[in-house]
């Protein structure tokens, strides 16, 4: 299952930054956007270069094709969108992507919850990572962290996720809400 998560994980960073093209003006594929609204309030030793806070702009919800799962919910930064299944960027210097994925309902029988995160600012990525229960790798996220598929909630509280780089931790709180 470890191969599994980690696969899960890398596939998610992996389109962050190979799944992205030019912004043509193209609408969704659906015609429509989710409508989201949240901060990410963040504390830890990263927070002099990634700032305190993530406001989310864009969301897609259980888009498999990007994601690889419907159980999972993406967090995007306002200058970051999803056109065709691709991520398309106005700002390839500074955003952010998180993959926010529950399993507890189903859809994984060792790891209930996940996050991929990757923050760009000024060009510099910062790769974060944690599962849930502890699997001996990243780190565990914690109970405060969960998808709420019919409420149309992500909360995360007292989350932790760990920079796969150098091993800091870095502590999520908000809710974001969509819909």
Known sequence: MKYTTMLFLSCSMLFFFVGCGPDDGNEPENGTLNEVQGTIQLSGEETSELGTSLTVGNIEVANVALSGTDKSVILLSENITVVDNEFIYENDQNGFV????????????????????????????????????????????????????????????????INTDDDTILTMDGTINWE
């Not at 189903?106 to 790769?127: A, C, H, L, W, Y």
Request: aromatic share 12%; proline share 3%.
């Open 98 to 161: 998180i993959v926010a994925a529950d399993f507890s309902t189903g859809g994984s029988p060792d790891i209930d919850k996940t996050i991929s995160m990757t923050i760009v600012r000024n060009g510099q990525e910062f790769r974060h990572a944690c599962s849930s229960p502890y699997q001996n790798f990243f780190t565990a996220c914690g109970d405060g962290f969960g998808v709420n598929f019919e409420t149309k909630q992500v909360i995360f509280e007292n989350t932790t996720v």
